[in-house]
T-cell receptor
Framework: KAGVTQTPRYLIKTRGQQVTLSCSPI?????VSWYQQTPGQGLQFLFE???????NKGNFPGRFSGRQFSNSRSEMNVSTLELGDSALYLC?????????????FGPGTRLLVL | SQELEQSPQSLIVQEGKNLTINCTSS?????LYWYKQKYGEGLIFLMM?????EEKSHEKITAKLDEKKQQSSLHITASQPSHAGIYLC?????????????FGKGTKLTVNP
């Protein structure tokens, strides 16, 4: 089974721009979660999508949004980029996204905002 | 709110030595996960623990969840350079009606040949 894939792997943007990141979950998995990882804050939960609906949300501003398609692929969008948005963005997939269910992570997209 | 504290923050060991990494929670853990991350890459799932006293092993890595379910330890026997990386513990959390996975800050392991 193919693992979780994320595109692009690296991205450089400037302040004020917007960016869209893509995540394809493991086949059969219906839940996709997004995380932001920075040296200062560590790994932080952004949001989770299940069957095209946002089911859970972390404490991030509205500039961070996402969506999920009928094939379970998910995209994350960040508008009006700020320097502090530079981070490794990870997505994870699981079958149901339920508690005590393992999440499998993709390799991440490294975003640099200049 | 539940936080996960990992110790130590970093660890340097000689190849062949045993080591232990700890993950402590301020609240009861219902699902505890151990992941390994190579610098700048995604997380590799190692083990999930659910029951108090549960212990699981994979190759030379053993993880245990204590009886009170507030602490987990990860033990590596006869460490090898391939064990180097950042080890993260994660736990299920319910907050404000939202479910999510929260993580410790990680333990950076260096294994010198």
């Amino acid at each position: 089974k193919a693992g979780v894939t994320q595109t692009p792997r690296y991205l450089i943007k400037t302040r004020g721009q917007q960016v869209t990141l893509s995540c394809s979950p493991i086949s059969g998995h219906r839940s996709v979660s997004w995380y932001q990882q920075t040296p200062g804050q560590g790994l932080q939960f952004l949001f989770e999508y299940f069957s095209e609906t946002q089911r859970n949300k972390g404490n991030f501003p509205g500039r961070f949004s996402g969506r999920q398609f009928s094939n379970s692929r998910s995209e994350m969008n960040v508008s009006t980029l700020e320097l502090g948005d530079s981070a490794l963005y990870l997505c994870a997939s699981s079958w149901r996204g339920a508690l005590q269910e393992t999440q499998y992570f993709g390799p991440g997209t490294r975003l640099l905002v200049l | 709110s539940q936080e996960l504290e990992q110790s130590p923050q970093s660890l340097i060991v000689q190849e062949g030595k045993n080591l232990t990494i700890n993950c402590t929670s301020s609240k009861t853990l219902y699902g505890l996960y151990w992941y390994k991350q190579k610098y700048g890459e995604g997380l590799i799932f190692l083990m999930m623990l659910q029951k108090g006293g549960e212990e699981k092993s994979h190759e030379k890595i053993t993880a245990k969840l204590d009886e009170k379910k507030q602490q987990s330890s990860l033990h590596i026997t006869a460490s090898q350079p391939s064990h180097a990386g950042i080890y993260l513990c994660g736990a299920d959390k319910i907050e404000g009606g939202s479910e999510k996975l929260v993580f410790g800050k990680g333990t950076k392991l260096t294994v010198n040949p």
